[in-house]
Every structure is written in C-alpha cells, then in structure tokens.
C-alpha cells in the first residue's frame, strides 16, 4: 500500500482519504470488475481516514463541530446528512432531506442542534431524534448564518433583505434591508458580532446588531470582465475582530483591515472560477509548528491556496480531481476535508501547517513509513515507444497523425495493447521461436558443465574449445618430459585453459552463436600469424600424402613439438 503525496513549493502534501474516481461506480459494476479493481494501483493504494466518508454522488458542504469531535456533511443524491464521529473513525448516523442543502450551522457544541437551508425556500431545524422544525423563508435564500446573543438565524438570499429567525420567540422578526439587489453571503463577525454581508452587485455592507442599522459599507477595488464589480462569493472574520477576507466572482481575494477603506493584500486564484472558501489560519500556539504569519485558505472549483496573509507569498497549492464545492479546517491542525463533485470525499494531510489531530495521531508516522514504499503509477506504463521503421514492419504506418499515435521525439507512444496485438499478428510464430530459443540456451547450458568430462565438443568456437582441453592435456601427459622452463610455460597454459573452460563469464563464449570466432576474418591472421603458418604447412602436407580424411589436427602434439615458442602457449 502507498501514499500519494505532492511536493507544492517544497510543502509535502498527503492525500489520506479519497481517490480520483469522479462518481461511485454502481454495485452491479463494482461487483463485475471486482477483480479489474485489485490491479488498479490507485484503488489499491487507497487510504480511508473516516471509514463511509463518502456520499452517492455528490457532497455540498462540510463543517466539524465546535468541540472538534464530530464532523457534519451534507451531500446528494438522495439529498442527505451524514455525520462522522472522529474517535470512532466512521459515520455515526445519516439522515435524508427532502431537498437539496445549501447551507447550514452548527448551534451546539456537538451535533446535536443544526439549522439547515434547502434550496426548495425551506429552513430546517434538526435535533438529535429528528427534524424538529421547517419553516419556509419567502425567497430563495443563498447563506445563512447564527447570532448567539440574540438568538437570530440570518437568512441572505435573492432580494435586498435579510430574514431574521428568532429560535428563541419562534417566529420571523424585522427583516434587515439592504441597498443591494441581492445578498450572496451572511457573516457574523467573532469578535463583537458585527454583520457583514456580501451583495450580489459587489461590495460589503456592515449593520450593527444592536440599533439594527447599517453602519458602513465598503465597495469593492476590482473589477470584472465586463468592467463591472464583481459578486462577492465568500467572506471569512478573523478572530481578532479586525481583519476580513473577502473572495469576488472573479476569483480574487481582498484582505483588508475594517479600519481602513482600501485592502491591504490582492490576491488572484489565476482561474477566473468564484472563490467559494475562504478562512483564516492563525499560527500556532503551543504546538510544535510554528508559522511566521497568519496564513489565508483560498479555495475554487479547481484549486486550494494557502499563502501568507502579510507577504502574500504562497505557502502551497492543492488540485483534486474533482471540483471543490467547501473546504473544512480541523481546528488546530494540519488536516483539510474537501467535500467536492465526487463521492468519496477527499482528506488532505499537510505535516508543515500543523500537527495530526488528536484522533487521528497516526498519521505522523503513517506518512513517514508509507512515503518510501508509496507506488509511483507512470502514465507511460501502459504505453510502448516505437520508431518508424518499428511502425511499418507491424503494419501501423497508417496510423500516423491519428490521435492512435502520440508524437514524441523522433517516434511515437503506443497503447500497450495495441502494440502487443499488432506484433502477435505481424509475427505469429515468435512464440515458438522463443520456446526453441529457450529450450536450446537450456542444452547449451546443461553441456557447459560436461566439456572437460567428456571429449564431447561444443558446437560454437569447437576448434577453441578442442586446443585448450590439449592444453591441459599436454601438461599432464609432458610432465616427465619436458624441462623446468618448458614446465612452467605448460602449467601455466593449462591453468588459463582451465579457467576458459570453468568459469561463467566465459559461458556464453561456447553457447552463443554471436561469439563464433571467424578464423577466415583478416584481423584474426594478423593476430594469429603462426598459428596460420602451421595450418597452411599442415595442409600442405595433407596434399602431399594424398591424406584425404576428416581427422581433426593434433594440436596437444604440435605443441609439444614446438616447445620452447610462446605464441603457442597464447590463448
């Protein structure tokens, strides 16, 4: 099993849950490639955080409660709520919706009190049994957000009002109009509970919520395609009370500082998408990270940023496969849940922004010891590069500047497939060429071991093979007659055949055709000119004596006849 990872601006980043499957295949399918899946090296090497962490198609939005035991998801299709239970690592319960979620917030410090905004005008209100309430606002409503101390849910949608839902009295209050025509997000500031909304025209408007009035607003400095200002699409406090995010339609992101009128930082996400997250990550305390600034999530359809709120360099960069529909924070930790336009929903470990939560320890050592065996899957492992020449010999050559053939350098990239069907058509006996071949290398190798055993020669290099085994002899059977120097130059001979003759690296030079030395060659007489005197004198005195027989020259005697001359002795 292996862990992916990306190495964005030398910031490692862990996928530890999900995979790159757009949509949950169906369980008739599932089961039929059961068996195709266990080969898929990105199936295989699948981690699962949270265990169901997944929706049948779809998943909207995602948010942990404020103790940082459980997490609360909503998803489609059927349109649904799952929450998970961190200690348990899996799903604790789900419940099916009527309509569509669009938003909603946690009111208690666990699960058990949600509000939820449907995107049929219905406001939900959820207890730990079951749905509690419903209440239908009289537009579509687009945000939602809590004001603790007056028990008020807000509700921003198509118009220029905002609802106001008294969870306390039971009933709708005075609704809060604005100058816009429409109202795309509702915040609520930590701090001193400052409202700020972000209308569809562009620009923020701020209301006090203790005279219920509007107290300022701020326009917005970029401007769109068309020249106009673009809709703001997300917003996000800091826990200062000072400091605001702001994400346009146009994909860019304004920090400013509610003191001053113009922002502070710019910043483009480079794909023109709405930035549809945004949150403020405050450096560390007491933790073994430890950052130089307060760094800004960013997140689009296609991408999530992480840079810093006062330089504005970026910090790293994460693209999953599936579009990005919200993006969760683990408080206090370097842990991001992604819900997006797949059903798993995707898990990203980042060790340099913060440690592991506290349920999930593990994966300290989980990305030290999986990183080293992590499979790396190549797309060009299910490709064959081939030239030309190659394409024309297994009749492919037509298929040049179709979308078959990918062009690289000087040939072509091939499906893997393609190439081995086409090379079992042009060549359908190359199998049984290649049993042959074996079966042929098998002999050779098992008559390697019997060369010296046996006067049997070998069929490759035989007349090599055949001078030194009369080497060796010559120095057994000429022990007693030869001298002292003619001794040693003989011993030594026989050593240096025997090692020809013994050792592996010189296998081959006996069983492949390729090492056949060609005595007719004229660099083998240059090198071998007294070898190639004696053959032409023996031959001339076979011609003499009219000796017409196939006998083999006795090279153990022709050495010993020559004695003392070193050339003979020269393998």
Request: charge should be negative.
């Amino acid at each position: 099993m292996g862990l992916s990872s990306t190495n964005a601006n030398n910031v490692k980043v862990y996928t530890v849950s999900g995979s790159s499957l757009s949509r949950k295949l169906p369980d008739w399918l599932a089961r039929r490639k059961r068996r195709e899946l266990q080969k898929d090296i990105e199936w295989t090497s699948r981690v699962e955080l949270l265990q169901d962490f997944e929706f049948p198609e779809a998943s909207m939005r995602i948010k942990t409660t404020p103790d940082g035991n459980y997490c609360m998801a909503t998803g489609v299709y059927k349109p649904q709520i799952r929450v998970f239970e961190f200690s348990d690592l899996s799903m604790k319960f789900d419940r099916h919706t009527d309509s569509e979620n669009v938003d909603f917030v946690i009111l208690s410090d666990d699960w058990t009190k949600s509000v939820h905004l449907q995107s049929d005008r219905a406001v939900e209100f959820h207890n730990e049994g079951q749905m509690h309430y419903r209440v239908r606002t009289p537009r579509f409503g687009r945000s939602l957000a809590y004001h603790s101390p007056s028990c008020d849910v807000l509700v921003g949608g198509a118009g220029n009002e905002v609802f106001r839902i008294n969870i306390d009295q039971g009933r709708f209050m005075t609704p809060l109009a604005t100058q816009g025509t429409g109202v795309n997000v509702v915040r609520v500031n930590p701090a001193h509970q400052l409202f700020g909304f972000g209308m569809e025209d562009g620009g923020v408007e701020f209301w006090d919520p203790r005279v219920r009035t509007r107290i300022g607003t701020l326009p917005s400095h970029v401007a769109g395609q068309d020249g106009a200002a673009p809709e703001v699409s997300s917003m996000a406090f800091r826990q200062d009370g000072l400091g605001m995010a702001l994400g346009t339609a146009s994909g860019h992101v304004l920090l400013y500082d509610l003191r001053q009128a113009r922002p502070w930082q710019i910043k483009d996400q480079r794909f023109g998408l709405p930035v549809k997250t945004l949150e403020w990550l405050e450096p560390s305390r007491g933790a073994h990270i430890e950052a130089p600034e307060a760094r800004v999530l960013s997140a689009d359809a296609r991408s999530i940023k992480l840079w810093g709120a006062t330089s504005g360099k970026p910090f790293t960069a994460i693209e999953p496969p599936a579009a990005v529909n919200d993006v969760c924070v683990v408080p206090d930790s370097g842990l991001l849940l992604v819900a997006g336009e797949a059903s798993e929903l995707q898990s990203f470990f980042i060790p340099q922004l913060g440690p592991a939560p506290k349920w999930a320890s593990f994966l300290e050592n989980l990305t030290e010891e999986m990183e080293g065996t992590s499979q790396q899957h190549s797309v060009y492992d299910d490709y064959k590069f081939v030239v030309q020449r190659e394409l024309e010999s297994l009749g492919l050559a037509h298929l040049i500047g179709t979308k078959v053939l990918k062009p690289y350098m000087h040939g072509f990239f091939v499906d893997l497939r393609l190439y081995e069907r086409a090379k079992a058509i042009a060549n359908p006996f190359a199998y049984e060429d290649y049993k042959l071949r074996r079966v042929e290398e098998k002999l050779s190798e098992a008559r390697e071991s019997r060369i010296r055993a046996t006067t049997k020669l070998p069929k490759v290099n035989r007349a090599l093979a055949q001078r030194l085994l009369s080497l060796q002899k010559a120095e057994e059977e000429g022990e007693k007659r030869l001298g002292g120097r003619q001794r040693k130059k003989a011993k030594a001979a026989a050593e240096t055949a025997g090692a020809v003759l013994e050792d592996s690296r010189f296998r081959d030079m006996f069983a492949n055709p390729d090492f056949e030395v060609n005595v007719e060659a004229d660099e083998f007489k240059q090198l071998h000119t007294t070898s190639t005197k004696r053959q032409q004198k023996e031959a001339a005195r076979r011609r003499d004596e009219g000796d017409s027989s196939d006998d083999e020259v006795d090279i153990r005697q022709m050495a010993l006849e020559d004695g003392d001359s070193s050339d003979d002795y020269d393998l």
